[in-house]
């Protein structure tokens, strides 16, 4: 899955998501920053994290329903534009961040575009009912038995 999947369509550098969505890699946009993590001196030199931003909003890859599990998915690293801003710095390699940037991409838009099942409401069966209704008398049997005596 961290693999960068690639599909050539008419000539053009395709990464294929699902069977029905692929994204033109024009729509991805990476900026290369300093990254924080560990590399000793190299990091003070070397811009070796990745910034990768999706303009989901404006994709024409994916229907509208899928943008808007996306959406839910993303969370914070959607911004109010619909760009999904993803960085990876945990790798000391600048390809290996953007794999596992585009990788993380990749995932979120797979489990947006997965629709989830409705929820079938279910009736109780007629056992559990009478279970059910047997524990409460029990219980209430039980309670009754903890109150004062009565004179009679």
């Known amino acids: 899955m961290r693999e960068r999947i690639l599909a050539i369509w008419y000539g053009e550098s395709m990464i294929q998501i699902t069977p029905f969505i692929a994204l033109h890699e024009d729509e991805i946009e990476e900026t290369f920053i300093r990254s924080a ?8 030199k070397v811009a070796t994290a990745v910034q990768l931003r999706f303009d989901m909003r404006a994709s024409p890859s994916m ?14 690293r959607l911004t109010k534009d619909g760009v999904i801003v993803i960085t990876a710095q945990s790798h000391r390699s600048q390809e290996r961040n953007r794999e596992d940037a585009l990788a993380r ?33 029990k219980h209430g049997a039980t309670k009754a038995m903890r109150g004062k005596p009565d004179l009679d």
């Open 37 to 44: 993590g560990p590399g000793g001196q190299n990091v003070n």
């Open 63 to 76: 229907s509208d329903e899928v943008k808007e599990r996306l959406a839910v998915i993303a969370g914070q």
């Open 105 to 137: 991409l990749v995932e979120m838009i797979r489990r947006a575009a997965v629709r989830p099942r409705p929820r079938r409401p279910t009736r109780p069966t007629l056992g559990s009912k009478k279970r059910r209704l047997a524990s409460k008398s």
